[in-house]
Each structure stands twice: as structure tokens, then as C-alpha cells.
């Protein structure tokens, strides 16, 4: 018998003894005549465990689609297997280039997803030193994402196109600034 059950049976037994006060047999179970206090209590108390076990079956809503990937996330990214971190908001935080090269494409999906969302810069381009606001509203209750950021070439010809991928970014914890930094 599962918790859900346990839980509606306890909760109709008890709303059953608020609402006739007592002084029933349901097979071996005597219920004896209980006060007016003792009928409130018993009231509230089952409402209260038919409501818990009408929520223990909710499910988290299933994500949308993912549009086809660009490219995998890198795969140094730890798996999926571990506890998931949920959300139930947007988040919205501050983008800062932090390298010598234009970010000229932006890229966040959660960590256990395989593929890449849209590019969230769109036609923007992020110049070095320069911020933006960005915010993840995809409906989906995650908190870790992999960010990806596509680069330009260097100004001086020396480094041609190229990806930084950080992977397991928890986002739903005072997360206000990220920043890409060259090393």
C-alpha cells in the first residue's frame, strides 16, 4: 500500500469521526463518541491528510522540447544520477565579458540535457568589458546549467573562433553576476 493510500485512508477516517462524532464500528475499529472540540480536530486533521495525499502524486511538469543541438555540452560534465536542485521562478543576472575577444553568442541549458538551447544573445554581441542582463524564463524548474559562450577571433588575428563551456552552475543561489574571464 503506498504512502498516497495510507495517507487518504487516515484522512477519510478522521473526517468520517469529525463529521458523525464518533460512535461507529468499521470492522475491528470502534470508534467511541468523541466531544465537540475532539469533532473540530478530527475535521481539520483529515482535510488536512486528503489534501497532503491528493499532492504526494504531483509530478514535476514535463520540460518542453529542446530545439536540436549546436553543439554537446562538454562532456566533463558530472551526470545526471546525483540529488536535482529545483526552481520555481525565473532567474534573471548579469552577464559580464570578462575576455579580450567579443562573445558574440550565448548559450545556457541545464546541466542534465544533452543539447544546447538558443542562442539567448540573439543579434547582440557582448564587447569586452561590457554586461548584459539576462534571464532564464523556460518554464523548467532546474538549477543547474552548463553555460556555453562562442567567441570571436582575437582583434589581432592571433586567435581564431572558439567555445568556453562551465559546466554545473547553480543558478537559483544568490546568483546575481557571471562572467566569462579568460586564464
Known amino acids: 500500500m503506498t504512502l498516497k493510500i495510507l495517507t487518504f485512508i487516515l484522512g477519510s477516517i478522521l473526517l468520517l469521526i469529525g463529521i458523525f462524532g464518533g460512535g461507529f464500528q468499521v470492522k475491528e475499529l470502534k470508534i467511541p463518541q468523541i466531544g465537540k472540540f475532539s469533532r473540530f480536530l478530527a475535521t481539520s486533521l483529515g482535510i488536512f491528510f486528503i489534501l497532503i495525499s491528493i499532492g504526494l502524486d504531483e509530478q514535476p511538469p514535463t520540460p518542453p522540447p529542446f530545439s536540436p543541438p549546436t553543439s554537446p555540452p562538454s562532456s566533463s560534465s558530472p551526470s545526471s544520477s546525483g540529488p536535482r536542485i529545483f526552481r520555481n521562478r525565473p532567474v534573471s543576472f548579469n552577464l559580464t565579458n570578462q575576455t579580450s575577444r567579443n562573445i558574440e553568442r550565448f548559450f545556457a541549458s541545464p546541466a542534465n540535457v544533452n543539447s544546447w538551447e538558443e542562442d539567448i544573445l540573439g543579434t547582440e554581441v557582448l564587447r569586452p568589458g561590457q554586461k548584459t542582463k539576462i534571464t532564464i524564463q523556460d518554464g ?31 543558478i537559483c543561489i544568490d546568483f546575481h553576476e557571471w562572467g566569462f574571464v579568460e586564464k
Do not use: K, T
Not at 140 to 169: H, K, T, W
Open 140 to 170: 523548467r524548474e532546474d538549477c543547474m546549467y552548463d553555460f556555453r559562450a562562442r567567441l570571436g577571433a582575437a582583434p589581432n588575428g592571433s586567435v581564431g573562433p572558439g567555445d568556453m563551456i562551465q559546466s554545473q552552475i547553480n
